[in-house]
């Protein structure tokens, strides 16, 4: 059986995916935009998360050095209706989530332990990511790509390889699609697009300018916008139409880490094997007459 075909029949195969609420994955997605006061209550949060789980809203209040009506606040500000409803997700996240514990690299870390901080922060970022990217997001990007007469792949900096594997990869499974790491060329391609077309632009922190410019040139000419972030209230994810979230939590020496890049590369190949499977016998076709001349 080919490679192509028995990628295909796996495809089938039915697979249970846990997605209780990410109340940490949540809070560190929000953080950024957080006012300050809400972001001493993430702190502590994230500090001790399995003790907040027992305290009550004037307890952490006190801890954080704020307001109760701050508290409230922020557990609006990161998706919940109340205190309560956060302590019962932070809870269920505690419980459901793989125990691989984040702990930041020290400089007197043998090599052995640094591999493994690294390894487990990757393997806990793909967890996380998975529980933060809606089912319902994923499928509104797949029919607009699936529908789209032209896509823009936008990205630069450490984002630019993650835009140019997706163009290479959707282009082909045969579909029109259009990259350049150059800026400048984005926004010329991006003036190229019109309703019915779609630009996906990969940013882990939502706001770089370079990519956030051909992105709403091609939003003021109709066409559909997918952001790939890490940041859910960042300026990228607040103006696109379809939003995918990753998850991961930058520690000392991981700023902008492969983990975010592994993640982004896992949306991508989602939204790919998503296409593919829908496209069936055109996707088939080209694949297989890409091995065949790659051959």
Known sequence: MSLTKRSMNMSKASIRVDKE???????????????SAEKKIADVILEKPEEIIHLPVKDIARRSGVAESTVVR???????????KLKISLAQDLVSQVQYIHQDIQSRDGSAEVTKKVFHANIQGLHDTLKMVDDTEMDKAVQALLKAKKVLFCGVGTSAPIAEEAFHRFLYLGVPCVSSGDPHLQIGLALSLKRGDVALGVSHSGSTEDTLKPLRLAKENGATIICITNYINSPMAKFADIKLITSFREIIFRVAAMAARVAQLSIIEALYVNLAIRMKEKAVYNIGKLEELLR
């Open 21 to 35: 609420e990410p109340c940490l994955a949540k809070i560190r997605s929000a953080y950024p935009s957080l006012f």
């Open 74 to 84: 922020f557990c609006r500000s990161v998706g919940y209706r109340g205190y309560g």
